[in-house]
């Protein structure tokens, strides 16, 4: 007889189903950045467009795509227009725009989820397919933009990332072909401030991509997964630990934010891992020198696994805006979890933070991880003698099981809250988007 685990501290609670769903399998559901809709691409070749305070459909974008429509991405920073990309298995990228003559979608009366009227929705949108990208050999599985708007990142079953500039309205160009994965591509993100992005691959492995020069190259090799890398994500700016005892590790807050804000990936391996960059010294160069001093090349680290509780692949992971982690898939389980202080703390507050060199399997330490930054072609293997000042933990917070029934979910985001019941203090909405083509919205309570 197992053991009765005590409850979490917090609730994940169903809130609303998207209507109508998809009639086939739904791959990814995408907030827009300011707008209270979303966008659902389907294997029946559209996307919808929801409203999240209505829960109801606004208009479905077809006709771009001769086959299953894998990923979409909203395009940042406009105003007065939207703009889609997609990505689709038929190996082409499609550019959707549309003019916003006012609020995408009006809030309910009532200012909660689903209270709309649902007789009156808002025309149909007329959405304009302005232009399909070609090139990739094979089916596009994931598409981001940078945090800037003017670059593209998409990749593909080809085993490659391509970053496209947009030049002009409705004209982009070929900037980078990147082609040093092994496998599949499976997921591209940006960092959130910088030039620089993050794939994940059938390879197991995840690689960092940044501007040399003139040319794109690789500037770290993640390794430690011991199967295919499905998702990545970028940390917020902002490093956010819940718990007491922050006021008195001021320096080690400082550490943190000088490496960056992080990576977490999933995998085919069961695990969630996060990842940091160790900042490197900055080297002073004379001002009459005309050669390039320093590299790309960064070193990554492998810096906690998440507590293990998935038992099928883990499709997708995603970090709110206020530090938590929510992931999904095989198994039909949403789990989240928080980044806590740890109640001791052994040696001092000011301690070096060195990077940790040990690999947890399933919890356990011991074997040697191999990371990068590449060096003629070879990962730099780190000592395992060296040990990571470990001020904090990941704990399990909320968890629902079967929460698409007995459907995989091949998607879960946070969407920011939109209804006139927001605040500051409650978190985002968590988005879920299943087998079934179904689209649930839960909301963390405690």
Not at 352 to 362: G, R, T
Request: charge should be negative; glycine fraction near 10%; hydrophobic fraction near 35%.
């Amino acid at each position: 007889m197992s053991p009765t685990l005590p409850p979490l501290p917090l609730n994940l609670t169903h809130l609303t189903t998207l209507s109508p769903p998809s009639p086939s399998r739904a791959w990814l559901t995408a907030p827009h950045p300011t707008a209270p809709i979303l966008a659902t691409c389907s294997s029946d070749k559209t996307v919808r467009i929801y409203s999240l305070p209505t829960a109801s459909l606004l208009s479905t974008i077809a006709g771009g795509h001769k086959r299953s429509i894998r990923t979409c991405a909203w395009k940042p920073n406009l105003r007065g227009e939207s703009v889609l990309a997609t990505g689709s298995f038929d190996a082409s990228v499609g550019i959707w725009r549309r003019f916003d003559g006012g609020e995408l979608n009006p809030r309910p009366e009532g200012g909660g989820f689903g209270s709309g009227d649902e007789e009156e929705e808002e025309e149909e949108e007329e959405w304009r397919f302005a232009l399909v990208l070609d090139g990739h050999e094979s089916e596009i599985k994931s598409v981001a933009w940078s945090a800037g708007g003017n670059l593209l990142a998409t990749c593909s079953r080809d085993k490659s990332v391509w970053i496209w500039e947009e030049v002009g309205e409705d004209d982009f160009e070929t900037v980078a072909v990147l082609q040093e994965h092994g496998g599949d591509v499976k997921c591209v993100a940006w960092h959130p401030e910088e030039e620089c992005v993050a794939s994940a691959s059938y390879d197991d492995e995840v690689r960092v991509w940044r501007e040399d020069v003139d040319d794109w190259a690789c500037c770290a090799v993640l390794r430690g997964h011991g199967g295919t890398v499905w998702g990545v994500m970028w940390e917020g700016v902002v490093p956010r630990v819940f718990g007491k005892g922050g006021e008195e590790r001021g320096g080690w807050l400082g550490r943190r934010e000088k490496a960056g804000p992080r990576l977490v990936t999933c995998s085919d391996d069961l695990s969630v891992r996060v990842w940091r960059r160790r900042p490197r010294e900055k080297v002073e160069q004379s001002r009459l020198s005309i050669i390039r001093s320093g590299s790309i090349e960064e070193e990554w680290v492998e810096e906690a696994q998440l507590p293990v509780v998935h038992t099928r692949p883990i499709y997708a992971v995603a970090w709110s805006t206020s530090g938590r982690v929510v992931s999904t898939g095989g198994d039909g389980a949403i789990v989240v979890y928080e980044e806590r202080w740890k109640q001791s703390i052994s040696g001092s507050e000011d301690a070096e933070l060195q990077p940790q060199a040990v690999a947890l399997s399933n919890g356990h330490a011991g074997e040697s991880t191999e990371l990068t930054p590449p060096t003629n072609g070879q990962p730099a293997k780190i000592p395992s003698t060296e040990a990571e000042f470990q001020a904090t933990e990941w704990v399990i917070v909320a968890q629902v099981d079967g929460a698409h029934d007995v459907f995989e979910i091949n998607h879960v985001t946070w969407a920011p809250r939109r209804d006139t019941d927001a605040s500051s203090e409650r978190e985002d909405l968590i988005v879920s988007t299943g087998d079934d083509g179904v689209v649930k919205v839960w909301e963390l309570d405690g």
